[in-house]
């Protein structure tokens, strides 16, 4: 694995940010869109996203150049849901497989645990084995399976939920 860190993520990340975005757009399905995003648009999501709370993590090499990013946002809009979040987790193509999934994933584990998180949810493709085996390896569970809810590269997709509850048996606030 390349020799990294991990921090907050700055506007001057979008330029990076928005390469490994749309490389997922346009190869895998990982993302269930099909249109690219400009730098500006990936600029104002960073500063909607530290501006609302939610941590947006950075992998960087020794040249702090952006290697993936990591983040969360509300699972739903209504208030009892408040405590459950939705995560993504993207590595730039080169160095997918190198661990700095894990890593992301691990950072924002800490992230959500600190804010008192209590349900973080991931929604993926069900054919997407790698993503799905580094979520149960960080303890999060299968729950749910939507067939074709999704449609991309011109196939029906299957989206897998699994999630992972952070702190069980705590009281509901």
Known sequence: MTRMSIRTATEADAPRITEIYNDAVA???????????SEENRRLWIRERLAAGFPL????????????????????????YRHTVEHSVYVRGDQRGAGLGRALMEALLEAARA???HVLVAGI??????????HEKL????????????????????????????????PAR
Do not use: M
Request: aromatic share 10%.
């Open 27 to 37: 190869h895998t399905t990982a993302i269930w869109n099909d249109t690219v995003v």
């Open 57 to 80: 993590l950075v992998a960087v090499d020794e040249d702090d150049d952006v290697l993936g990013y990591a983040t969360y946002g509300p699972w739903r809009p209504h208030d009892g």
């Open 115 to 117: 804010q008192g998180i």
């Open 125 to 134: 493709d069900a054919e997407n084995a790698g993503s799905i085996a580094l």
């Open 139 to 170: 303890g999060f569970e299968r729950t749910g399976l939507l067939p074709q809810v999704g449609v991309k590269f011109g196939r029906w997709l299957d989206l897998a939920f699994l999630q992972l509850t952070l702190d069980p048996g705590a």
